[in-house]
């Protein structure tokens, strides 16, 4: 079952009352807003992450006259989103035992190759693959290849997602795809490749090219991918 969803208008209306609290970088005023609006249930964790902290975190504007702080300015509202993200684990629980109560789909890891510091999106992205009825290992930002390539035949997950923003880390990303091609093969293993992030766009040859089985940017397109894995009991 999908998890339903707010009409857009009122992502709308909750996106203009975040916006002044993170440009206050009003930590405290984002956390207890966002827990506000689902505890209310006028918005749904979906909706919250991908109409309201996503845009927040990509529309960052840098101002000439400021551009030796947008980094640490990018760096700061990065954080205070991902401490909304990490606050709302609870409603993320909640969400996912009134969708599936005690059946899971198995285990996703879901990482950034090395170099990759770019880490929301793939934050959120687990939290969707939770939603979806995966138990989640998120490794984070800068994952080296090693570490990745001893990891994933322990834990036997069924996908292994990578997320690449910089264009200029698809190289790294290949590498570590292709060596993860080349265990599967070895170990019989059966996880799927799964690619997403602004690297790819909505680039499916060059998610291919780099050895991935399927590209998905959305919970839309999550939830489809995760419906093909049958479900048992934990
Ligand atoms: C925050 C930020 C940073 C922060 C990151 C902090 C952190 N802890 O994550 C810091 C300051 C470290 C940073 C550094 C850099 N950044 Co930066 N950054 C951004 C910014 C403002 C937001 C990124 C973000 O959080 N997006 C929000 C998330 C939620 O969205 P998302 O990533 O698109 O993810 C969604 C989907 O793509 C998908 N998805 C993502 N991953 C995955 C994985 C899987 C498996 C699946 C299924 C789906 C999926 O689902 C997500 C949820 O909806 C963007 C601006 C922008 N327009 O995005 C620039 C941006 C990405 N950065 C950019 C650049 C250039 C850099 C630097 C090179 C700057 C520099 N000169 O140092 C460095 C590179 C660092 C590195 N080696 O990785 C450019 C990239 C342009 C390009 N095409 O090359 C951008 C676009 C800014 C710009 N307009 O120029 N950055």
């Known amino acids: 079952m999908a998890l339903e969803r707010v009409p857009s208008e009122r992502a709308h209306a909750a996106y203009s009352r975040f916006q002044p609290l993170l440009d206050a970088q009003d930590k405290e005023g984002c956390v207890l807003l966002a827990l506000s609006l689902l505890q209310t249930e006028e918005l749904d964790i979906v909706t919250l992450y991908e109409g309201i ?31 909304v993200v990490e606050c709302c684990y609870p409603h993320l629980m909640q969400a996912r035992r009134a969708l599936s109560g005690d059946m899971t789909r198995g285990l996703a890891v879901i990482g950034c190759p090395t170099e990759e510091y770019h880490e929301l999106g793939a934050r959120i992205v687990a939290d969707f693959f939770t939603l979806c009825g995966f138990n989640v290992t998120f490794v984070g930002a800068n994952t080296p290849q090693k570490d990745i390539l001893e990891a994933v035949p322990l834990l036997s997950p069924e996908f292994a997602g990578v997320s690449v923003t910089g264009p200029y880390n698809l190289i790294a990303a290949r590498r570590t795809i292709q060596q993860l091609v080349a265990l599967r ?50």
């Open 53 to 83: 902290i996503g845009p927040l975190a990509r529309n960052q504007a840098c101002v000439d006259s400021e551009r030796s702080l947008c980094v640490w300015k990018e760096h700061v509202r990065t954080s205070i989103l991902r401490t």
């Open 185 to 234: 093969e070895s170990s019989g293993g059966r996880f799927r490749i799964v690619v997403g992030g602004q690297a790819f766009g909505e680039d499916l040859e060059l998610a291919k090219s780099v050895g991935a089985d399927v590209l998905v940017q959305n919970y839309d397109g999550i939830f489809r991918l995760c419906e093909e894995v049958p479900w048992s009991s934990r």
